[in-house]
């Protein structure tokens, strides 16, 4: 079993959608961070959560450490949003989840 | 610089020959990570360095790989003799401050690297 675990692996939404990607994990941790790849390559992080909610326009991270559980919520999703998210753990050491594809369709 | 810098951006090389790859991370970012991705497959973590404590190697897949860092600059990650299998972009990130997890992580744009 991997140690972090997102899903759905594949999410296809129309514009305007609220879309929810979730990330669960196994092993203790310092922080999660959550991260944006787009079809380029080029990634960028868009949060690193150790408790609670964060909110950055219309994307929104939350984290239950006692659930080992983070959910990364989109609101009003645009195609502009398509890219492939990564949640990633630190523990002893970084891990990734295998990401998950979103495709906003207009 | 303002960004992380890596070098080069693309690189092709034959089977068995070594190969290195450079990562110029954020001015003042104590911690740095290279991690590999091969096609459509996810994020692999390959080696982590933070100030001047041990790095954790944990990752490296074989001990063809190898990496250095001078201080808090520049790293550099070599790979030895080759192989296809270590074709894919090599991405490196650095962050600030020396707890672990406590900073966001800035990522170059990586290396492509194509074993023929």
């Known amino acids: 079993k991997n140690e972090v675990e997102q899903s759905p692996q594949n999410l296809t939404a129309q514009e305007g959608e609220f879309i929810t990607i979730n990330c669960s994990y196994s092993?203790?941790?310092?922080?999660l961070h959550w991260l944006q790849q787009h079809p380029g390559g080029g990634i960028v992080s868009l949060f690193m959560l150790s408790s609670g909610k964060k909110k950055h326009g219309r994307l929104i991270a939350t984290i239950n450490i006692q659930e080992k559980h983070s959910s990364l919520h989109i609101t009003a999703s645009h195609p502009r949003d398509s890219a492939v998210y990564i949640c990633a753990v630190r523990g002893q050491k970084l891990v990734f989840g295998q990401g998950t594809r979103l495709t906003i369709n207009p | 610089g303002a960004g992380v810098s890596q070098s080069p951006s693309n690189k092709v090389t034959e089977k068995g020959k070594d190969v290195e790859l450079r990562c110029d991370p954020i001015s003042g970012h104590t911690a740095l990570y290279w991690y590999r991705q091969r096609l459509g497959q996810g994020l692999e973590f390959l080696i982590y360095?933070?100030?001047?404590?041990?790095?954790?190697k944990s990752g490296l897949p074989s001990d063809r790989f190898s990496a250095e860092r001078t201080g808090e600059s520049v790293s550099t990650l070599t790979i030895q003799r080759t192989q296809q299998e270590d074709s894919a972009v090599y991405l490196c990130?650095?962050?600030?401050?020396?707890?672990?997890?406590?900073?966001?992580?800035?990522f170059g744009a990586g290396s492509r690297l194509t074993v023929l």
């Open positions: 092993v203790g941790i310092s922080a």
């Open positions: 360095f933070q100030g001047n404590s041990a790095p954790d």
């Open positions: 990130a650095s962050s600030l401050g020396a707890r672990p997890g406590a900073n966001v992580l800035t």
